[in-house]
């Protein structure tokens, strides 16, 4: 069970914060593309993202962007929305760090976060805002019990 799961379980609030890194290769940017069907030659040619000025091919946004979605599934977070600010692109081989904040919960455990990505030079690459619903007691104890049968079922 991950970290991030345990304080889920334990219960969340305002300021709350989680933090995780993933390196991006190439073969998960052409995976994200054939799923997404986003075949935008920037992720694909060199030359066309070369006229772009950019350095070379870059990762799908929406792809690095989903790291925030990393931390929602352990938290069990709920989404009702998601809006993002796309700052520098994200090479392959790029290693981003994702800092995820809660930083507002009502008495309805709805919830808003901020989350900021940055990549290995420190410089920021997107900016996300979102919104949703964190789980109260019930999905809590259900969560709990989740974790439980996973440590007893036996291992290949």
């Known amino acids: ?15 709350d914060s989680f933090t995780l890194a993933r390196t991006f290769t190439e073969d998960e940017t052409l995976s994200f593309g054939d799923i997404s069907r986003d075949q935008n030659p920037v992720h694909y040619s060199d030359e066309f993202a070369q006229a772009k000025n950019l ?3 870059i990762c799908h946004g929406l792809l690095v962007g989903g790291m925030i979605t990393e931390v929602g599934g352990q938290i069990g977070w ?6 993002f600010r796309f700052r520098r692109p994200v ?3 790029d290693t981003i760090t994702c800092v995820f ?3 507002e919960v009502d008495e309805r455990n709805r919830a808003r976060a901020e989350a900021i990505l940055s990549n290995q030079h420190g410089e920021p ?19 709990s019990a989740l974790v439980s049968e996973q440590k007893t079922e036996p291992s290949d």
Do not use: C, H
């Open 1 to 15: 069970m991950s970290d991030i799961r345990k304080r889920a379980i334990a219960g969340l609030k305002a300021g």
């Open 125 to 143: 690459v997107i900016d996300a805002w979102l919104t949703g619903v964190l789980p109260g007691p019930r999905e809590q104890q259900v969560m």
């Open 78 to 83: 709920l989404a009702s929305g998601m809006n």
């Open 91 to 93: 090479y392959f081989g």
């Open 101 to 103: 904040t809660i930083t």
């Open 55 to 57: 350095k070379g091919k």
